[in-house]
């Protein structure tokens, strides 16, 4: 009340946009995340009626994905309202470098935590280290759930993959492409994601990757290039599946990867760019003044 918001925006839809629904204030805009729309059935009651209402009742809603949505529009948004405005990704950041490893790394940028399935990555990573004898893991010491670190520390031991598990420890966002251009294979393996900034941080740093088979991938995917592939789906939670992809991608040879690395990063640069996403939002908040 004190404030007199000129447009209320909130950044994701359980909580803070439907505190910004119930504020009263309007032009409402609300930004929608994978898990407010995919997780819909399984909130109580009042949430679901309190999510359906204040999609109904903003201006505008913003996401990262179609997925997202369509996801939304079943759930009460009018198909007019919806915006595609994606997080961003730094292209002056995120880009190629070249590193010169001694051994080959598959890098997981994900917080260790069940909804990252860091127990299916090492159960995968088991198989593959008994086959490329020079390959290592690195994990982002990012801990989501202390408990679930220590089963993981368990099955470190269990697999005698203590010397060849690392754990690398959180940076800045600046520094980041590092981790990324040190890894030959980056592996997202999630339970859920709206669009994965991890992905497209990969994607602009022209990685190679592995990801979970799951619905907003499907926008990142180059049709055009046939038999050929710009990313690596898996199946949720499957080991063997998993360690076969990462197989497979780690003895793809740099020669054959590279234009398909810089497809990627061209998708980017047309799709992701940072600077592209302010425009975009901001067209929107000039728009509902």
Same mark, same amino acid.
């Given at each position: 009340?004190?404030?007199?918001?000129?447009?209320?925006?909130?950044?994701?839809?359980?909580?803070?946009?439907?505190?910004?629904?119930?504020?009263?204030?309007?032009?409402?805009?609300?930004?929608?995340?994978?898990?407010?729309?995919?997780?819909?059935?399984?909130?109580?009651?009042?949430?679901?009626?309190?999510?359906?209402?204040?999609?109904?009742?903003?201006?505008?809603?913003?996401?990262?994905?179609?997925?997202?949505?369509?996801?939304?529009?079943?759930?009460?948004?009018?198909?007019?309202?919806?915006?595609?405005?994606?997080?961003?990704?730094?292209?002056?950041?995120?880009?190629?470098? @070249?590193?010169?490893? +001694?051994?080959? $790394?598959?890098?997981? &940028?994900?917080?260790?935590?069940?909804?990252?399935?860091?127990? %299916? *990555?090492?159960?995968?990573?088991?198989?593959?280290?008994?086959?490329?004898?020079?390959?290592?893991?690195?994990?982002?010491?990012?801990?989501?759930?202390?408990?679930?670190?220590?089963?993981?520390?368990?099955?470190?031991?269990?697999?005698?993959?203590?010397?060849?598990?690392?754990?690398?420890?959180?940076?800045?966002?600046?520094?980041?492409?590092?981790?990324?251009?040190?890894?030959?294979?980056?592996?997202?393996?999630?339970?859920?994601?709206?669009?994965?900034?991890?992905?497209?941080?990969?994607?602009?740093?022209?990685?190679?990757?592995?990801?979970?088979?799951?619905?907003?991938?499907?926008?990142?995917?180059?049709? @055009?290039?046939?038999? +050929?592939?710009? $990313?690596?789906?898996? &199946?949720?939670?499957?080991?063997?599946?998993?360690?076969?992809? %990462? *197989?497979?991608?780690?003895?793809?040879?740099?020669?054959?990867?590279?234009?398909?690395?810089?497809?990627?990063?061209?998708?980017?640069?047309?799709?992701?760019?940072?600077?592209?996403?302010?425009?975009?939002?901001?067209?929107?908040?000039?728009?509902?003044?």
């Amino acid at each position: 009340q004190k404030i007199h918001p000129d447009i209320v925006h909130g950044q994701d839809l359980v909580f803070a946009g439907i505190w910004a629904y119930l504020s009263g204030f309007r032009p409402l805009l609300i930004t929608c995340w994978g898990s407010d729309v995919n997780n819909y059935p399984t909130f109580y009651w009042l949430e679901r009626l309190l999510i359906s209402r204040a999609l109904k009742s903003a201006d505008l809603v913003t996401g990262t994905s179609k997925a997202i949505g369509r996801q939304a529009e079943k759930i009460g948004l009018e198909k007019n309202k919806w915006r595609l405005v994606h997080f961003g990704i730094n292209l002056n950041i995120f880009k190629n470098k @070249k590193f010169s490893n +001694r051994e080959k $790394i598959i890098f997981c &940028p994900r917080a260790i935590g069940p909804i990252y399935n860091t127990d %299916i *990555l090492i159960s995968a990573f088991a198989i593959i280290a008994k086959k490329e004898k020079e390959v290592k893991l690195a994990l982002l010491e990012n801990i989501q759930d202390e408990n679930y670190l220590l089963a993981i520390e368990k099955m470190i031991i269990k697999y005698n993959l203590v010397d060849r598990v690392i754990f690398w420890p959180k940076i800045s966002n600046k520094k980041m492409v590092n981790y990324y251009n040190r890894a030959e294979v980056v592996v997202s393996i999630s339970s859920s994601d709206g669009c994965s900034v991890s992905v497209l941080e990969a994607m602009a740093s022209e990685k190679k990757i592995v990801v979970t088979d799951l619905t907003y991938i499907k926008e990142w995917l180059l049709t @055009k290039l046939a038999k +050929r592939r710009n $990313i690596w789906l898996v &199946p949720l939670r499957n080991v063997k599946v998993t360690s076969e992809a %990462i *197989l497979t991608v780690l003895r793809l040879p740099s020669k054959d990867w590279q234009e398909i690395g810089k497809m990627n990063h061209q998708l980017i640069i047309e799709q992701a760019d940072e600077d592209q996403s302010f425009t975009k939002l901001n067209d929107i908040y000039q728009g509902l003044l």
